[in-house]
């Protein structure tokens, strides 16, 4: 079982003022992920392509998508400042929480928000 813990603001530096209120927006778009997809969500961060970093989100009705925050201090800002749960690991306990439909299937890569509902 992937082991998990609520964003909360860990002993870091302050983040700047740019960092700041880049957290501040992706906190507002995981917020009203949440909030329209079951009221919560969880969620796992993982480094990709030169520094970014991927917020992989499920909302509590198994609905999912993905953010991209320019470096992982302001993913974790983010989900510090959207309060919600993470995962480790992107397997077991957070992956089966996961609802797949036919958008999936049909592009393979997974949905962006914003994409259709799963229908």
């Known amino acids: 079982m992937a082991d998990t813990k609520q ?5 870091r ?3 700047d003022k740019r960092t700041e209120k880049r957290a501040q927006r992706l906190a507002h778009q ?9 009221g919560s969500a969880e969620g796992q961060l993982a480094h990709i392509a030169r520094g ?16 991209v925050a320019p470096s992982y201090q302001t993913a974790q800002r983010a989900v510090e400042l959207a309060g919600i749960t993470l995962h480790d690991d992107f397997d077991g306990e957070l992956a089966a929480k996961v609802r797949t439909g036919r958008y999936e299937w049909t592009r393979m890569a997974g949905m962006q928000l914003g994409g259709p509902d799963n229908d």
């Open 7 to 11: 964003a909360e603001t860990a002993e």
């Open 13 to 15: 530096p302050a983040p």
């Open 30 to 38: 995981i917020t009203t992920f949440a909030a329209s997809h079951g």
């Open 52 to 67: 970014s970093t991927r917020i992989a989100l499920v909302g509590a009705n198994g609905e999912w998508g993905n953010l």
